[in-house]
């Protein structure tokens, strides 16, 4: 595989790398909050609801918490400490609520394993252990984490669009669109994806603006902007614009953002 230098990697690489079976040097790539939060199971089976929240800046800093990481409180923090996305796809498909896109991406950023400790006080003791694990693991390799903004959810929701039409989402939607949100946010940023998804690498080989490489199991996916406007464009030469489905994002719950 070629250099992965400021490449976007997927949740299964990162897997991978945690468990020492990826040889490649990731200190200088990317993931995206959706990685973080499957990779740390943020994500629960209740579409609306998160398995723990971590609170905004603000919220730790009201909550006895700077951003060093000062311990002053030891019971998990609420729903509405945290940030949140609403996806809205009109009936089509289950409204999801993805929390902790903006905050979990700060504690991580700014190595805040102590927030991290306490916003999963309240889970049993071997998944709390794991958990922290694989925080300081993604902290200690460097890896740099970035939340979704709103142009990748608007381009996820084209990507849907196309890909429903020549690909069967998985049994769990939320699964389908966890990879289509990794796969936009490498797109708008221009840079590689490496993952293992054999049917996204399809995909994007039918889609302009993107090619592929391969090494054994894993497939790297190349994007650059003047790619993703080409991309764009023919998103909007077949149709694909959606018109009904709709994001709205929280930085604080109840607290609109911007």
């Known amino acids: 595989m070629s250099a992965i230098i400021e490449s976007h990697l997927d949740t299964q690489v990162i897997s991978y790398a945690f468990r020492d079976n990826w040889d490649q040097p990731i200190a200088s790539c990317v993931i995206s909050s959706i990685v973080a939060n499957e990779f ?29 990481g000062f311990h002053l409180r030891d019971h998990p923090f609420q729903r509405q400490s945290a940030d949140s996305i609403k996806m809205d796809f009109s009936n089509e498909f289950p409204t999801i609520i993805e929390y902790n896109n903006f905050s979990l991406a700060n504690a991580i950023n700014n190595g805040l394993t102590g927030l991290f400790a306490a916003a999963t006080r309240h889970l049993d003791k071997t998944r709390r252990k794991m958990l922290i694990k694989r925080f300081r693991f993604i902290v200690d390799s460097g890896l740099t984490c970035i ?49 293992e998804d054999n049917e996204l690498s399809r995909f994007v ?54």
């Open 147 to 195: 939340p979704l903004n709103q142009g990748d959810v608007s381009t996820a929701f084209d990507l849907l669009q196309q890909f429903r039409r020549t690909h069967n989402l998985k049994a769990n939607f939320r699964n389908s669109w966890n990879d289509l949100l990794i796969l936009s946010s490498a797109m708008n940023a221009g840079c590689n994806l490496i993952t």
């Open 205 to 258: 080989s039918e889609l302009s603006g993107g090619s592929i490489s391969e090494c054994e199991q894993f497939v790297q996916i190349h994007f650059s902007h003047c790619n993703r406007k080409e991309q764009r464009a023919s998103l909007e030469s077949k149709g694909y614009i959606n018109l009904g489905w709709r994001v709205q994002f929280y930085r604080e719950q109840n607290s609109k953002a911007t």
């Open 40 to 68: 740390l199971l943020v994500q629960s089976d209740e579409l609306s609801q998160a398995n723990w929240y971590i609170p905004t800046p603000s919220k730790a800093r009201f909550l006895g918490y700077s951003l060093f």
